[in-house]
């Protein structure tokens, strides 16, 4: 049975619905009992007592089941609780008569300059953006269109945001236009994307992240800023050169090409605790750059209202439709 993809979270809580991390299992309900409890650290009391839920539906997963493929989907979030009621809307929404897997994307005009769009799960993202992504800021292939069967194995295939540009957008239509063989010409899910970016006026940043996914959603913000906004852009720049020597290596190791890395550093400040940076940003330094790079921006960092509020794609936005990959 091919082995799933799917992202771990937890029922309650202040973190309630969010992916916290994003593991491969054998489609069984023991093996995705053994990655929840290896991955969020349960105890053995807390993982006697565990639930899982799917959080797009609200199905509990059987979890003596040899075969959970039917109720947990490739790209699926699954959290879990310790006999709490579910947290979720979906089953609402499906005792209401809709379908929680109709939709894939919902696009949101944030400005003239920047668009949203959340996902239903990373598995639908991906498929369309991830080449796009690693053509962006992969350490070895920017600037260059790797195939779907090189995507895979890539890191931008198990995002759960991406950030992405209106040259980025432009460059990878050109070069997947001039591809010669069929297995690096964009498929159905990147055209429609692109197709989508293009009727709605083509924006100069976009922004994608997994429902759910606040914390990714935040850190993807801080790109869109660093686009858009020069002197939180300028802020960034100074701190990194400071810190350049110190962390490229680093920075590289995380996936990230040499021209993405101060971006990365800001955004990871300010999104980020001090045990991200272990010792590589001592958390003294690393508060007092918080505080000069949200000087920079002006307003709150967790800000809900404006272009760069952390709030969700509204459930009324204009949906995409995107069909499946090759």
Not at 52 to 73: E, F, M, N, P, Q
Not at 127 to 153: D, I, K, N, Y
Request: with cysteine; hydrophobic share 45%.
């Amino acid at each position: 049975m091919p082995r799933l993809r799917v992202s771990l979270g937890l029922n309650s809580g202040s973190r309630s619905g969010q992916p916290a991390c994003t593991v491969v299992i054998d489609p069984s309900g023991a093996a995705l009992m053994q990655a929840v409890s290896n991955k969020l650290r349960l105890k053995k009391r807390e993982a006697a007592s565990a639930h899982l839920y799917v959080w797009s539906t609200g199905v509990r997963v059987d979890l003596a089941a040899a075969d959970i493929s039917g109720c947990v989907a490739d790209g699926d979030l699954v959290v879990v609780g310790f006999g709490e009621p579910f947290a979720g809307k979906q089953p609402a929404a499906a005792a209401a008569g809709s379908d929680p897997r109709a939709w894939e994307a919902r696009w949101e005009a944030r400005s003239a300059d920047l668009a949203l769009v959340e996902w239903r799960d990373a598995v639908a993202m991906n498929r369309a953006l991830g080449r796009l992504s690693t053509l962006l800021e992969h350490p070895a292939h920017r600037g260059r269109l790797v195939s779907h069967a090189q995507q895979r194995r890539l890191p931008s295939a198990s995002y759960l945001g991406h950030n992405l540009y209106a040259d980025t957008l432009r460059s990878f239509e050109s070069l997947a236009a001039a591809a010669r063989e069929a297995e690096a010409a964009a498929s159905p899910a990147e055209l429609a994307f692109l197709a989508g970016w293009a009727e709605r006026g083509a924006p100069q940043v976009v922004v994608s992240y997994v429902s759910g996914a606040t914390p990714t959603l935040a850190h993807e913000l801080c790109h869109a800023r660093y686009a858009l906004l020069p002197p939180y852009r300028g802020a960034v720049d100074a701190a990194w050169a400071r810190h350049e020597q110190l962390l490229c290596k680093w920075m590289a190791d995380l996936g990230y090409h040499a021209s993405r890395h101060a971006d990365e550093f800001g955004a990871y400040l300010l999104t980020e605790p001090h045990a991200f940076w272990r010792g590589r940003v001592a958390p003294r330094e690393a508060a007092e750059l918080r505080a000069v790079l949200a000087a920079a921006l002006g307003e709150p960092l967790d800000k809900t209202e404006g272009p760069f509020g952390v709030r969700p794609v509204s459930t009324q936005a204009e949906e995409l439709l995107i069909p499946g990959s090759v």
